[in-house]
């Protein structure tokens, strides 16, 4: 096993469109994926896919658990807003509503930033296993959001591609400044609210 270099939005290897395994059981892909899981446990990451450590495969490793959930999470997603630590090989995502919902992310080949990313609320993902085994879940919330965004590394999508404020483009550092902000503005536009009802 080993910790790979990961590579940073504008290398080329994170444009492109990875390629199917063709023998997710390969000893080549065990090891590979072993390489990819103690990289993310090490960077302290929430998922990694293959073209983050310059390999153009279509491989995905991710987990969902409890302490990356958002503080408060809805009635709906409450049951399963985790998912175990998770290899998925060749996936395929089947959308299940039209419901978005923006949600805070990072990602590790863009260090140092955040940003505000609609996903899909809901999803079905398919994929195979190290031991070739067929893999289908059904995620919603947090979990769906994970997916979504390893599996748009596949495809050469960063998250900042998906956002549609870029306003919501913030350093790490500046977070709780950005959030006070936010709040702030927030209170004065209940406040004027308030008046003209008055």
């Not at 969902?64 to 009635?75: F, L, N, V, Y």
């Not at 079905?124 to 599996?151: D, K, M, N, P, W």
Request: glycine residues 6%; aromatic residues 6%.
């Amino acid at each position: 096993m080993a910790i790979r270099k990961i590579a940073r939005m504008g290398h080329p290897v994170l444009k492109g469109v990875a390629k199917p395994v063709p023998d997710p059981t390969a000893p080549e892909v065990k090891a590979l994926v072993r390489d990819m899981i103690e990289t993310m446990i090490d960077a302290n990451g929430a998922g990694l896919a293959a073209p983050q450590v310059y390999e153009p495969w279509r491989i995905v490793v991710f987990q969902a658990p409890p302490e990356r959930a958002p503080e408060e999470i809805d009635e709906a997603e409450a049951f399963d807003h985790t998912a175990p630590l998770t290899v998925l090989i060749n996936p395929e995502i089947e959308i299940l509503t039209e419901e978005m919902e923006k949600g805070w992310e990072g990602c590790l080949s863009v260090p140092g930033l955040r940003g505000a990313v609609p996903r899909y609320t809901a999803l079905c993902y398919r994929g195979v296993s190290l031991t070739g085994e067929r893999i289908e879940r059904v995620a919603r919330g947090f979990h769906a959001r994970v997916v979504q965004h390893e599996c748009d590394h596949l495809d050469g999508i960063l998250y900042p591609q998906r956002m549609d404020d870029l306003g919501e483009l913030i350093f790490e550092t500046e977070a709780r400044a950005w959030a006070a902000a936010h709040q702030s503005a927030q209170d004065a536009e209940e406040t004027d609210e308030e008046k003209a009802d008055a």
